[in-house]
């Protein structure tokens, strides 16, 4: 299934895709259950089904403000250079680990709302990414058993203000800009999604193909990156981990290709989502 966040008359809600439109789940899974966050802690995104599969669209996506998959997750933690395209371009050695870093909720934003380029900087670059949303949480978790804990996945752009992120060693103040975290359009489960590695992802800026590999090539696959992260924080429901970008980004380019003012970034994983962004300028 495919679930959505979005506020409808004003109030914030979620619910499922079907064809034409959504059915709106704020509540009617259970009383009190008003979020996709907390139907993924409750374990209830499987009693959906019969309250979605034959019913026709309430309403279309038109009639509703949609917001980031997850708008309040408690947990952001983002890879690094876990594409070895991505890694060579860099110019980075091998890592025995991978590289996390973190992202604050409230950068993110909204399939179709504008990723905004700071007033501070001029180097507003992509990164077409898989998110993974913790459905179950956990410590400790082993790889043979992460995918259990996974409640679906999405598209994110991990969108990076280049010369912040190098002003030391830490990535954070290039990561962490507002509204620079498009996520969405929606969670899309993994019955639906199947095997992970065959997913092709693609990033494309202004109609051209920017960057694209294949969720096989991942360096640190995404069981590898759960049991690691769950082994430094509990994993909770609604968590999310973003597992990093293929080579291709406009930093590493000559001449380097940084977004501007009324750029379009689309990042595509067929089977999971089309999320699409407009570039402006922070007012």
């Known amino acids: 299934m495919q679930f959505v966040s979005y506020t409808r008359l004003g109030l914030p809600g979620f619910g499922a895709r079907v064809d034409g439109g959504i059915v709106d789940l704020t509540g009617r ?18 009693e959906a089904a019969p309250l979605v599969v034959g019913r026709p669209a309430e309403f279309t996506e ?8 997850v708008p309040d997750p408690g947990k952001i933690l983002c890879v690094g250079l876990n594409y070895e395209t991505h890694r060579a371009e860099t110019k980075r050695p091998d890592a025995k680990h991978p590289t996390i870093f973190t992202r604050f909720a409230d950068t993110q934003i909204a399939h179709r709302q504008p990723i905004l380029k700071p007033r501070v900087s001029d180097h507003l670059d992509y990164e077409a990414e898989l998110a993974v949303v913790i459905g179950r949480g956990g410590r400790y978790i082993p790889e043979d058993r992460a ?3 996974v409640a679906g996945y999405a598209c994110y752009n991990d969108a990076t203000i280049r010369d912040w992120q190098r002003h030391t060693f830490q990535f954070t103040p290039g990561k962490n800009f507002p509204s620079t975290g498009p996520f969405g359009p929606q969670l899309v489960t993994p019955d639906e999604v199947g095997d992970y590695r ?6 494309r800026l202004n109609g051209q193909v920017m960057q694209e590999a294949t969720l096989a090539d991942l360096i640190f696959p995404i069981e590898t990156l759960i049991s690691y992260c769950s ?10 981990i973003l597992t ?3 080579g291709g980004v406009g930093d590493r380019r000559e001449p380097p290709v940084f977004m501007k003012s009324g750029d379009v ?3 595509e994983i067929p089977g999971v989502g089309l999320l699409v ?6 007012p």
């Open 29 to 46: 899974i259970r009383p009190g259950i008003t979020s996709l966050r907390q139907a993924i802690a409750a374990d209830l995104l499987g």
């Open 62 to 69: 038109a009639d509703v403000a949609l917001l980031p998959v």
């Open 147 to 149: 995918l259990e804990h």
């Open 198 to 203: 065959t997913l092709k992802i693609v990033g």
């Open 231 to 240: 082994s430094f924080t509990p994993l909770r429901p609604g968590d999310v």
């Open 244 to 246: 990093g970008t293929p």
């Open 265 to 267: 970034f689309e990042v």
């Open 277 to 282: 962004n407009p570039i402006a300028v922070e």
